[in-house]
């Protein structure tokens, strides 16, 4: 039996041309506008490494947060479905990325670090059990070529 499948759209539209294009490597921005339809901009460029803009987000920081997202709401619908009540979530995820001598890069790995508030009388065991549950489903984590490891942290209210 065949699964569900699903689309996504977005589009992404360069915004960094200054009026020369791409006649040299520093003639352009990295800027981009990241869209789906009736959702706000997000504003894009690359990592500051690669001449990007600091105060916008890069692709390297969009795989992180995806994969942190996706975390999270796996971990809350498991919460909500076990009974157990959340209170508070918060991850501060990091990714590594290994840059080749040609210019090439590629993740090596996430780690997700989601600190958990659950409420008085809730179950740290059944909490921090959720989080491998969670990354058995997520899908973002299912779908890339490095580990996704989550170090989670439960706190009682």
């Not at 990325?97 to 009388?121: C, K, Q, S, Y």
Request: with cysteine.
């Amino acid at each position: 039996m065949a699964g569900k499948q699903h689309t996504y759209r977005v589009t992404v539209t360069w915004t960094g041309n200054t009026g020369q294009g791409t006649a040299h490597y520093r003639a352009y921005t990295r800027d981009h506008e990241i869209q789906a339809a009736g959702k706000p901009v997000i504003p894009g460029s690359s990592d500051p490494a690669f001449l990007g803009d600091a105060t916008r987000y890069n692709p390297e920081e969009m795989l992180v947060a995806s994969l942190s997202a996706c975390h999270k709401l796996w971990y809350l619908h498991l919460a909500a479905a076990a009974g157990l009540t959340v209170t508070g979530y918060r991850d501060a995820a990091e990714g590594t990325m290994v840059e080749t001598a040609d210019g090439n890069g590629h993740f090596t790995g996430v780690t997700l670090r989601p600190v958990v508030t659950i409420a008085a009388g809730g179950d740290p065991a059944l909490a921090q059990a959720l989080h491998d549950k969670a990354h058995h489903f997520c899908f973002i984590a299912n779908s890339v070529n490095f580990p996704v490891v989550t170090e989670g942290l439960v706190e009682t209210a």
